[in-house]
Every structure is written in C-alpha cells, then in structure tokens.
C-alpha cells in the first residue's frame, strides 16, 4: 500500500461525516474493497456507486447502445452526483437513480432512498477524473489489479450479471475498456492518497485503511 502525506480535513458541513472516493479500472476489486470496508464499519457507512449516474440512454437505438462508451468521463452525470452527494452531506436524504445495463437506460418508476450516515463511500472506475467530485472527499482510494486479473474479472462479471457474450465482452475490452483505462482512469491514480495493490485480496491495506477511517471520523466527533 502506497501512501500519501496526510491530508487536514476541512469540514464546514452541519454534520459529521467523512467522504470517501474508491476508483479504480473495471474489474480491480474496487466492489470487494468497499465491501470488505463495509463489513468492518457496518452500519456507519452508506455506498454511493459511480454505476448508477450513468447518463439515460433510454431514447437511443439498440445499436447506439451497442456502441456507447461507459468507459469514458462523458458517460456519467456528474453533475446530479455532485449534487447528491451535497444534500446528503448537509444530511438530506437523497433519491438515487436505479441504472440498468440491460435497456441501458433509468428507471421510470424506481429510486433509492439514501439517507445521510458518518461515512459515504463513492465508488466507481471515472470518479477520480471530475476535479469538483474530487474536492468532495476527503480520503481518496486507487484499486490497482493486473491488467489480466482485471480482464478476467470483467469477462465474468458481464456474461454472468449483464447477460453479454464473450465476444461481446473481448471486442469492448479491447475496444474501449482498455483504451479508456490507459487513457482517463491510470492517470487519475496520481490523485489518490492511498493506492491498494492486489485489489480486494490486500486484507493489511484493508485493515489498514478502516483503521485510518475510524481514526479520522473520532476527530470529527
């Protein structure tokens, strides 16, 4: 685990409340990392997924739906989450956007109901690359996985979860997952505070890092 200077946290919200980004390239463990950290803080923490602001292509034709990148910063509408993750840090509860990647597009009829909780994690592959999202949080984590472990990783979840093919899955790897890594979410690691090598298998930085959280949210008390 790599780790940054230590950074003073600034609070002028009404409430206590810590928020975290956890970015990190499609299929670095970034889901098992905040699951693990979940696990060990309960029910102080609420989980903001990057997945579910993905921009309403509902109204686009199924081979403009093919072909969309999800990949790049443009696809997310960073803007409502900016703005949600703002009410829930002046502790007003949100209603968060239901996502499906099967008609690509939002629910009509569905919402989350999130309510405010000491700690929101943000997480997501483009969450570091939005500099106002970036000011939001006040602890910054980078996933960082083998380019091979992310492939497979990627393959299954999409043919199991999101019913794709395998060539489906291979052609937008090589097409646009990849691409995009290299080109919007790598670079967006020099904006982390902590890098977590071995993705969700790196239990010392996990430990590590729940202890750090706990530390910073008993200054605030």
């Keep these: 685990m790599t780790l940054s200077h230590s950074q003073e946290l600034q609070r002028t919200q009404n409430i206590n409340m810590l928020i975290i980004g956890i970015a990190g390239g499609s299929g670095s463990g970034k889901t098992t990392v905040v699951k693990a950290i979940t696990e060990q803080l309960k029910d102080k923490v609420t989980v903001i997924p990057q997945d579910s602001y993905y921009k309403d292509l509902s109204h686009a034709t199924e081979e403009e739906k093919r072909v969309h990148n999800f990949d790049h910063p443009d696809s997310i509408d960073f803007e409502l989450l900016r703005h949600q993750l703002k009410e829930l840090r002046d502790g007003k509860s949100v209603d968060q956007p239901v996502y499906s990647y099967i008609t690509c597009g939002r629910?009509?009829?569905?919402?989350?109901?999130?309510?405010?909780?000491?700690i929101i994690i943000v997480e997501g592959i483009l969450i570091f690359t939005d500099p106002k999202l970036r000011k939001l949080m006040d602890i910054k984590i980078f996933v960082d996985a083998d380019d091979d472990d992310r492939l497979m990783r990627v393959m299954s979840r999409d043919i199991v979860e999101r019913g794709k093919t395998v060539e489906w899955v291979i052609e937008r790897y090589s097409n646009t997952v990849k691409p995009m890594y290299l080109q919007f979410i790598e670079p967006s690691k020099r904006y982390a505070d902590v890098i977590v090598p071995q993705g969700g298998h790196n239990k010392v930085a996990i430990d590590m890092i729940s202890a750090r959280i706990e530390k910073d949210l008993s200054k605030q008390k």
């Design 107 to 118: 629910s009509k009829t569905e919402t989350v109901r999130v309510n405010p909780t000491d």
